[in-house]
């Protein structure tokens, strides 16, 4: 579907200036309006869930899409107020500058119509990406920078949270993904609702109870015609494997079994309860295994554990123990890194009744396994002069 008419949207707005409200359709007594605004007050001022109205300033990462848009409109008319709701657009050079413009212009006359601002930044994602390897390249790179971009935008208008609009169908594409890729709970977890973003910034997601047919029955309720993304569609050259994972696998899997989105997000709820859980021991038994003579008090370099202590601990619980030790060594830099391997054969040679020393990386850290100790570090690296950093 093609993105209706829009009216003369200035460049001033998309520099952030205010637009006179146009009325739209529906009001916050909508079903949809309701539900995402409820969640909405309860991700930014948990404290005033009782209150009509109350939210705190959050950029909307707006595409010109189906979910942002119904995001946009939720968020906009719960606020009752053009100030504490601000649309972030990020143009890329992934699509045709005909499209790029077209999705532009969309969100610009979106925020018109809602009387609320209007964000827009460019980023650049061809230049040195996807270098010897496929669309997953740009994907990622797309992401990190847009993601740059928003928190950017988030700075200028003082918002403390930037709210996306992934729903329940993005939840069932990341637990397929996660169960097809062998990850723990953690990765069965789904996707966050609050994730903490650099800067005290929050990532919100106030979509993630309702399904794209909600979204979009919002924006049809409105009279609002939004843009379709062609790189969401499988068959385009362009698409990475969640777009792939979207048009191909998702659809038969809800063929065979409707409502498997809600079903999912569900799942990811009771992965993350015990994710925390498993958290929760880990964090006991670091502290029981810790060796405090090795390691002064306000030294974070290192994590020394007693290792006839963790060599009981159940796998899942050392598997939690080592991430959360590479954490807080590395400072949470590089974590990317650290792979479901690397962390399995650590806790193999940890748990094992071998007694020569070893060494292990996992991602920037590594564990140095003897028999009486294991130690957490950042891995060694060599200066130029070939001495040891």
């Known amino acids: 579907m093609k993105a209706a008419s829009r009216g003369n949207s200035g460049v001033k707005q998309a520099r952030g200036v205010k637009a006179d409200r146009v009325e739209i359709a529906i009001k916050r007594s909508d079903p949809f309006v309701r539900a995402v605004g409820a969640e909405w007050r309860l991700l930014t001022t948990p404290g005033e869930r009782g209150r009509r109205g109350a939210g705190a300033r959050t950029l909307v990462a707006c595409s010109g899409g189906a979910d942002s848009s119904a995001l946009a409109i939720a968020l906009a008319l719960t606020s009752g107020t053009n100030d504490l709701v601000v649309l972030g657009h990020v143009v890329h050079d992934l699509r045709s500058e005909v499209e790029c413009e077209r999705d532009r212009e969309a969100v610009e006359e979106l925020g018109r119509r809602l009387g609320v601002r209007v964000m827009v930044e460019r980023i650049s994602v061809r230049d040195g990406a996807g270098r010897g390897g496929g669309g997953g390249n740009f994907e990622a790179k797309a992401r990190r920078l847009r993601l740059r971009a928003l928190q950017s935008m988030a700075e200028q208008v003082d918002a403390g949270f930037i709210a996306t609009g992934h729903h329940a169908r993005d939840v069932l594409e990341s637990v397929i993904m996660a169960v097809a890729r062998g990850t723990g709970l953690r990765g069965l977890s789904g996707i966050a609702q609050s994730t903490r973003l650099s800067g005290g910034v929050r990532l ?18 409105a009279g609002w015609v939004w843009s379709e993304d062609a790189t969401n569609e499988a068959a385009d050259p362009r698409a990475g494997l969640r777009s792939k994972v979207r048009g191909l696998v998702v659809p038969r899997v809800l063929e065979l079994m409707p409502g498997a ?9 009771a992965a993350r309860d015990a994710q925390r859980l498993v958290a929760s021991i880990a964090k006991r038994g670091a502290a029981r295994a810790k060796v405090g003579d090795e390691v002064p008090e306000n030294d974070g370099s290192r994590v020394v554990w007693d290792r006839a202590v963790v060599r009981r601990m159940k796998p899942i619980v050392l598997a939690e123990m080592l991430r959360r030790a590479v954490e807080r060594v590395s400072g949470g830099r590089g974590l990317r890194a650290v792979t479901r391997g690397a962390i399995e054969a650590a806790c193999r040679v940890i748990r094992g009744g071998g007694t020569e020393r070893k060494r292990l990386t996992i991602g920037p850290a590594e564990a140095v ?8 570090r950042l891995r060694e690296t060599k200066k130029e002069d070939g001495r040891r950093a």
Do not use: H
């Not at 396994?369 to 957490?376: G, K, P, T």
């Open 261 to 269: 989105e809600l079903g999912a997000v569900r799942s990811a709820l």
């Open 204 to 221: 919100i997601r106030p979509m993630l109870g309702v399904t794209p047919e909600d979204a979009r029955g919002v924006c049809v309720r």
């Open 369 to 376: 396994v003897d028999v009486r100790r294991v130690v957490i």
